[in-house]
């Protein structure tokens, strides 16, 4: 199966008093993942289901990704932070054979790629990242990681 990890946008909020829960996607941070969700359209491919976290900038994030590419979304609290291995084992079986973009946090999703792949890399807020998987055997292969300013180099 393809697997792909999207990093929610940017929700820093220097001045934000509420629960870190609650933060929601800056204006930047929705600009740029509209511009993730273009190049992705660019690239033609799809998904069966985009499956996010609860949290609001995760939400926020996998909404525009698959309103712009026209796919399936569904809400999934095992992305929540916290997500781990087990968690992922559980989705993972809980979608088998579908391709999925799981839409969640750092440093969860580091941590998913490395437990699959053995990768060690940095997943930037809007970057994109693909696993092939074999879900029997809980492993995969990196095939490739964007981050976000890619989408705003290719036109």
Same mark, same amino acid.
């Given at each position: 199966?393809?697997?792909?990890?999207?990093?929610?946008?940017?929700a820093?909020? +220097?001045?934000?008093t509420g629960?870190?829960?609650?933060?929601?996607l800056?204006? =930047?941070?929705?600009?740029?993942?509209?511009?993730?969700?273009?190049?992705?359209?660019? *690239?033609?491919?799809?998904?069966?289901h985009?499956?996010?976290?609860p949290?609001?900038?995760a939400?926020?994030t996998?909404?525009?990704?698959?309103?712009?590419?026209?796919w399936?979304?569904?809400?999934d609290?095992?992305?929540? +932070?916290?997500?781990?291995?087990?968690?992922?084992?559980r989705?993972l079986?809980? =979608?088998?054979g579908?391709? *999925?973009?799981?839409?969640g946090?750092?440093?969860?999703f580091?941590?998913?790629?490395?437990?699959?792949s053995?990768?060690?890399?940095k997943l930037?807020?809007?970057?994109?990242?693909? *696993?092939d998987?074999?879900?029997?055997?809980?492993q995969?292969?990196? *095939?490739?990681?964007?981050?976000p300013?890619?989408?705003?180099?290719i036109r």
């Amino acid at each position: 199966m393809h697997l792909y990890f999207l990093r929610h946008g940017e929700a820093d909020w +220097p001045d934000w008093t509420g629960p870190d829960d609650e933060r929601p996607l800056t204006g =930047h941070g929705k600009k740029e993942v509209a511009k993730v969700a273009a190049f992705l359209k660019q *690239l033609d491919f799809s998904v069966d289901h985009v499956v996010t976290s609860p949290l609001p900038r995760a939400k926020e994030t996998a909404r525009i990704v698959a309103d712009r590419l026209h796919w399936k979304l569904r809400e999934d609290p095992v992305l929540k +932070p916290g997500f781990d291995t087990p968690g992922l084992k559980r989705l993972l079986h809980k =979608h088998a054979g579908s391709d *999925l973009m799981l839409v969640g946090h750092e440093p969860d999703f580091t941590g998913a790629i490395r437990a699959l792949s053995g990768a060690f890399l940095k997943l930037s807020k809007g970057g994109l990242a693909l *696993l092939d998987v074999d879900v029997q055997q809980m492993q995969g292969k990196l *095939l490739w990681l964007f981050p976000p300013k890619i989408a705003k180099a290719i036109r």
